[in-house]
Each structure stands twice: as structure tokens, then as C-alpha cells.
């Protein structure tokens, strides 16, 4: 096989499914909404950078193909997107990447929300406080 066509497959894992082309991950057990799962998908790339100010986005049809997930949902996701001023979409160019997008504050965001799941799974292991304080101040 071809890389490009390995590129664009789609891979079902137990209970997760990831879509290739946009390397989007979604959950059969979040029980978050799907149009929530994707917008944490755009808000994560954004925040590493893997797409910067200006990066044209998928079309709302192509990426409702493409990750096999409905219109009405990826056009919600894109909605609350450029409500919360992550995204642009002007009517017949498409959507971007909002070049006024503070991304600071989206980076913290990102970084609270990895704190959160990190003291989340230390006290499901019973690391005390002062042990979990310790582990991340070898990374400081």
C-alpha cells in the first residue's frame, strides 16, 4: 500500500476511533458530546501549534466525511469554535484559525486541563500530595 493511502484510513481500537487524515481520536465511552470531543481536538492543535493563526480549516462537509460523524455536528462544534473566538469562518471562504486568538490563554487552558487529569489519576493510585509535588518538580 502507498503511504498517502495509509494516510487517510480509518483504525477502530476497542473503544476509541481514529481518524487518520486529521489524527482525531474519539471516545465511544466520553460521555461528553461529540461536537465537545471535537472541539478539544481543534483546541489541542492549536494550543501545540500543529496549527497556528491562519491555518485554513476542513470544510464543516468534508470533515463530517471524513471522521463519518454528521454535519449538524461538526457545524455545532465549528459554531461554539468561533463563538469562543478560536476560529473565523467568513460565508463562502471558509474557515481559519482566528488570527486574534490569545494564544497564552489557550495554552494555560490546555495546561490546567492536563493538571486536572494528572491529580485525577494520583489520587486513583493514592500518590500523596507531597509524593505528586515531588514528581512533577523533577520536570520543573
Known amino acids: ?78 459554531l461554539e469554535l468561533e463563538r469562543e473566538g478560536v476560529i473565523a469562518t467568513q460565508q463562502g471562504k471558509g474557515s481559519w484559525v482566528s488570527e486574534s486568538l490569545d494564544l497564552n490563554l489557550l495554552q494555560r487552558e490546555e495546561l490546567i486541563q492536563h493538571l486536572q487529569q494528572v491529580v485525577k489519576l494520583a489520587k486513583s493510585l493514592a500518590i500523596a500530595e507531597d509524593e505528586l509535588l515531588q514528581m512533577i518538580k523533577k520536570y520543573i
Open 1 to 78: 500500500m502507498r503511504r498517502s493511502a495509509l494516510k487517510d484510513c480509518t483504525t477502530t481500537l476497542s473503544v476509541y476511533t481514529v481518524y487518520m487524515k486529521y489524527d482525531f481520536v474519539f471516545s465511544q465511552t466520553d460521555t461528553r458530546p461529540m461536537y465537545q470531543q471535537i472541539m478539544e481536538q481543534f483546541t489541542q492543535r492549536i494550543a501545540v501549534g500543529d496549527w497556528p493563526p491562519g491555518t485554513p480549516l476542513p470544510s464543516i462537509r468534508e470533515l463530517a466525511i471524513e471522521t463519518k460523524v454528521s454535519i449538524i455536528t461538526i457545524k455545532r462544534a465549528y
